[in-house]
């Protein structure tokens, strides 16, 4: 059996930086709080705890010498100018594309356009970035931007994680409901990378294994990508949810991962299936890694 893993797949360089501030401050201070989730993986949400760091849920856990880490995804001004009140020292692990958008959208305010951000609005990345406008339009699906009534002006920016395909019928769309229209491409390059990579690694295998965290945004989307281009396709957060009888005549497996998901949790993937043939649980001619790199 033939292993392919996509290039790019694992830890974006905004995540990697976030979680190597959040263990040198564990490292070198101490006891340190994070306001959410750091990141969207459970498994390296568990290695942080076991290290020492405390997830809240609100800046009232926080008291005057506390150390708090922002998130990955960013908060709005509201909730950083709270966590300031409280006396806590703040360590900003916000993505610096993400505070590009938060840049971009604060400065099509200024200019006059009303502000359109595309991307779910549940998402902390979402919340951050319209918390940074007065009065934010979002639109999370074409059926809620084809509602938009036609304007005189538009400003759009989008989640860093936001499918290629859907900004551009997004925009495509506001074209004939809006005169004046300004529009930042604000996703991400690291996600648009790991979608191409996806749709053409899931288009040249039998299987796609599909890892990272049931909650995050850019694994969601790599899924449904390569379940469109292949319906032989898995999210998995980990080795413990493959099932064997997923790999019955299957030559050839393609592995990516989410910008959130550890190099180690995809070794673990990795090493399962080889384990796993190794027994005769599943057949195969042995596996080899051949994908874009080298593990």
Known sequence: MEIKIAKSAGFCWGVKRAVKMAVNSLN???????????????????????????????????KKGSRVIIRSHGVSPKVLSEIKETGAEVVDATC?????????AVKLEKEGYPVLILGNPRHPEIIGIAGHVKEPIIANSIEEVLSLPKMASLGVVCQTTLNINFFKEAVSILLDKVKELKVYNTICNATSVRQKEARELAGSVDL??????????NTTKLYQISKRVNPNSYHIESKDEIEPEWFKGVEK???????????????????YIRTLEKGGVISGRGVC??????L
């Open 28 to 62: 070198f201070e101490g006891k340190t709080y994070c306001l959410g989730e750091l990141i969207h993986n459970r498994r390296e949400i568990e290695r942080l705890k076991a290290l020492g760091m405390e997830f809240i849920d609100n800046v009232s856990s926080l």
């Open 96 to 104: 610096p594309f993400v505070k590009d958008v938060q840049q971009k």
């Open 208 to 217: 796609m294994l599909i890892v990272g965290g049931k909650n995050s945004s």
């Open 253 to 271: 497996v393609g592995i990516t991962a989410g910008a959130s998901t550890p190099q180690w949790v995809i070794d673990e993937v990795v090493d």
């Open 289 to 294: 890694q051949t994908a874009g790199r080298e």
